[in-house]
């Protein structure tokens, strides 16, 4: 059955759909000995696939990971300062069949995904799909209630009014949902209110939740219905 180059790249686990379009445009996805194009479309199990010289293989499974991200590492396959990364904490196996959705900053810690599913990593990515995430958030300075209630209208940020958000505290933190994610968001939010950031952490994101019993540093596998 044929389907579209781009997806079965990503379906095969070497990349997300976004990458794997950005491959075939710059001219690093062979079809049967030809350059493919974008919307050029593949039958697996006749067509020869290549990326960057190798054959590409349709995934044997889906994989779904839930890692609680620990503080320090950085969320990508390596790093050229030499940073540990999260693909450090999985076994070897493993860290060559997923790719990270989304990410958290080097000093953010909490939940994040880890798949081959390239379906989900683009309905995850989107922003059209508007999906919750809530932080757990510790601030130096004690919280007004003038602060919170700016913080749930929308604030000023260097790129633009940030879209209402739910805010709530619970057990001297803060707790904030957002459907946006642009780039340390959440700690730029509470700095335009006048609040500095001592601890971030992602507790959920669209329905699925961190478990209190889940370590730092561990990971486990789930299934795709837990996320969507």
């Known amino acids: 059955m044929e389907e579209r180059v781009q997806k079965f790249i990503s379906s095969a ?4 759909r976004r ?15 030809k350059k493919a194009k974008l919307g050029d479309k593949v039958d697996p ?42 693909f450090d904490i999985l076994p070897e196996d493993l860290r060559t069949k997923v790719w990270n959705v989304g990410r958290l900053d080097f000093d953010t810690e909490g939940l994040l995904i880890m798949t081959n599913d390239g379906e989900l ?6 922003p059209s799909f508007e999906h919750e995430k809530e932080y757990e958030v510790s601030t130096q300075e004690e919280p007004t209630d003038g602060q919170l209630e700016h913080l749930r209208t929308g604030v000023e940020i260097s790129t633009g009014t ?38 971030l952490k992602r507790i959920r994101l669209n329905k699925l939740t961190l478990p209190n019993n889940l370590p730092v540093g561990q990971f486990i596998k789930i299934k795709k219905e837990d996320i969507i």
């Open 45 to 86: 199990e006749k067509d020869t696939v290549k990326v960057y010289g190798k054959v590409v293989k349709p995934a044997e499974e889906k994989i779904y990971v839930m890692m609680n991200k620990p503080v320090g590492y950085v969320v990508s396959k390596s790093d050229p300062k030499g940073k540990k990364t999260v």
């Open 13 to 16: 686990g070497v990349a997300s």
């Open 162 to 199: 940030t879209y209402p958000a739910q805010v709530k505290q619970r057990d001297g933190k803060v707790r904030i949902t957002i459907h946006e994610g642009k780039k340390r968001q959440v700690r730029r939010m509470f700095s335009a209110v006048g609040l500095t950031v001592t601890a």
């Open 19 to 33: 990458k794997a379009e950005e491959f075939i445009k710059s001219g690093q996805v062979i079809i049967n000995g």
């Open 121 to 126: 990593t683009q309905q995850l990515a989107h």
